[in-house]
C-alpha cells in the first residue's frame, strides 16, 4: 500500500468537481436493462478549504447521504472527481482509502456509534489501535481529546452511565483525537433535545476554530445548518444555494 503523503497547508482539504452518482435499483447486476436507474447525484462541485466550517442542508431525497459517504471516502463518484488533498479517490486502492479515512477524516454519527462495552477512554482510543499508536501514548491522546471536549472527568464511564450530550462529546473527542484535516458530522444533533444539541454545535464550532480542522455538518434542519458561516443546500442531486464559499 502507498503511503498517503502530508498534504500543504493550503490545499484544499476536499475538491468535489463534476461529481455523479447513480444507482440501479431492483437489479443484482449494473447491465440489467429494466434496473430502476437513481440519479443521487447529478454535477456537483465545490471545495472546502482547511478550517471551514461548512453546512450541507437539504430535505430527504437531496442526495445528502451520497455526499456523505463521498466526503468520507465510503464511496467513489460514478463520473467526476472528488480529490482528497489533491489525491483522486478513483486512484486509490481499497487499502489506500482506509488509510485515508483513518488518518485524514474523523466522523461524528447520530447514533454515537459507541462500543457499549467500553470506556469512554477505549472509545476515543480506538482508532489509535487502527493506526498502530502504543497503548500508553494511545491513553494519554484519548485523555486530552476527552478533556478538550469538558469530559477528562469520565474518561472510565461507559455510554450506558452517559448521558446523550456526553456521548456525543465522546464521539467528537473520538473523531478529533487522530487529529485529522476534516471532521464530518451526520445529523450531530439529531438525538439530542434542543439545548444540548446547541451546546454539541457551539463545541465543534469552537473546536474547529482552535484547532483548525475543516468541519463538514450535514442535517436536514435549517436552523443547525445556519451555525455554520458557509451554507450549502442540496435538492434534488444539485446545489441549490451556496453561501459564498470557494468553488472550483
Same mark, same amino acid.
Given at each position: 500500500?502507498?503511503? #498517503?503523503?502530508?498534504?500543504?497547508?493550503?490545499?484544499?482539504?476536499?475538491? /468535489? !468537481?463534476?461529481?455523479?452518482?447513480?444507482?440501479?435499483?431492483?437489479?443484482?447486476?449494473? !447491465?440489467?436493462?429494466?434496473?430502476?436507474? *437513481?440519479?443521487?447525484?447529478?454535477?456537483?462541485?465545490?471545495?472546502?478549504?482547511?478550517?471551514?466550517? *461548512? $453546512?450541507?442542508?437539504?430535505?430527504?431525497?437531496?442526495?445528502?447521504?451520497?455526499?456523505?459517504?463521498?466526503?468520507?471516502? #465510503?464511496?467513489?463518484?460514478?463520473?467526476?472527481? %472528488?480529490?482528497?488533498?489533491? =489525491?483522486? *479517490?478513483?486512484? @486509490? $486502492?481499497?487499502?489506500?482509502?482506509?488509510?485515508?479515512?483513518?488518518?485524514?477524516?474523523?466522523?461524528?454519527?447520530?447514533?454515537?456509534?459507541?462500543?457499549?462495552?467500553?470506556?469512554? @477512554?477505549?472509545? /476515543?482510543? @480506538?482508532?489509535?489501535?487502527?493506526?498502530?499508536?502504543?497503548? %500508553?501514548?494511545?491513553? !494519554?491522546?484519548?485523555?486530552?481529546?476527552?478533556?478538550?471536549?469538558?469530559?477528562?472527568? =469520565?474518561?472510565?464511564?461507559?455510554?450506558?452511565?452517559?448521558?446523550?450530550?456526553?456521548?456525543? =462529546?465522546?464521539?467528537?473527542?473520538?473523531?478529533? *483525537?487522530?487529529?485529522?484535516?476534516?471532521? @464530518?458530522?451526520? !445529523?450531530?444533533?439529531?438525538?439530542?433535545?434542543?439545548?444540548?444539541? $446547541?451546546?454539541?454545535?457551539?463545541?465543534?464550532? =469552537?473546536?474547529?476554530?482552535?484547532?483548525?480542522?475543516? #468541519?463538514? %455538518?450535514?442535517?436536514?434542519?435549517?436552523?443547525?445548518?445556519?451555525?455554520?458561516?458557509?451554507?450549502?443546500?442540496?435538492?434534488?442531486?444539485?446545489?441549490? $444555494?451556496?453561501?459564498?464559499?470557494?468553488?472550483?
Amino acid at each position: 500500500m502507498t503511503d #498517503l503523503v502530508t498534504a500543504p497547508a493550503d490545499l484544499a482539504v476536499v475538491d /468535489v !468537481e463534476n461529481v455523479t452518482r447513480t444507482y440501479r435499483l431492483g437489479a443484482r447486476r449494473r !447491465e440489467r436493462e429494466d434496473a430502476a436507474v *437513481v440519479h443521487a447525484l447529478r454535477g456537483v462541485s465545490f471545495r472546502v478549504d482547511p478550517g471551514q466550517f *461548512v $453546512s450541507i442542508v437539504g430535505p430527504s431525497g437531496s442526495g445528502k447521504s451520497t455526499l456523505l459517504h463521498l466526503l468520507g471516502a #465510503l464511496d467513489r463518484p460514478s463520473t467526476g472527481t %472528488v480529490r482528497f488533498s489533491g =489525491r483522486d *479517490v478513483t486512484t @486509490l $486502492s481499497d487499502g489506500e482509502l482506509a488509510a485515508l479515512r483513518n488518518r485524514d477524516i474523523g466522523f461524528v454519527f447520530q447514533q454515537f456509534q459507541l462500543l457499549a462495552r467500553t470506556s469512554a @477512554l477505549a472509545n /476515543v482510543g @480506538l482508532p489509535l489501535v487502527y493506526r498502530g499508536v502504543g497503548r %500508553v501514548e494511545r491513553r !494519554e491522546r484519548a485523555a486530552a481529546a476527552l478533556d478538550a471536549v469538558g469530559l477528562g472527568h =469520565r474518561t472510565g464511564h461507559r455510554p450506558a452511565q452517559l448521558s446523550g450530550g456526553e456521548q456525543q =462529546r465522546v464521539a467528537i473527542a473520538r473523531a478529533l *483525537v487522530t487529529e485529522p484535516r476534516l471532521v @464530518l458530522a451526520d !445529523e450531530p444533533t439529531g438525538n439530542l433535545d434542543t439545548v444540548t444539541g $446547541s451546546e454539541v454545535l457551539e463545541l465543534l464550532r =469552537r473546536l474547529n476554530e482552535a484547532s483548525g480542522v475543516a #468541519l463538514v %455538518v450535514i442535517t436536514h434542519d435549517p436552523e443547525v445548518a445556519a451555525q455554520a458561516p458557509r451554507r450549502i443546500a442540496l435538492r434534488d442531486g444539485v446545489i441549490a $444555494s451556496d453561501t459564498g464559499g470557494p468553488r472550483p
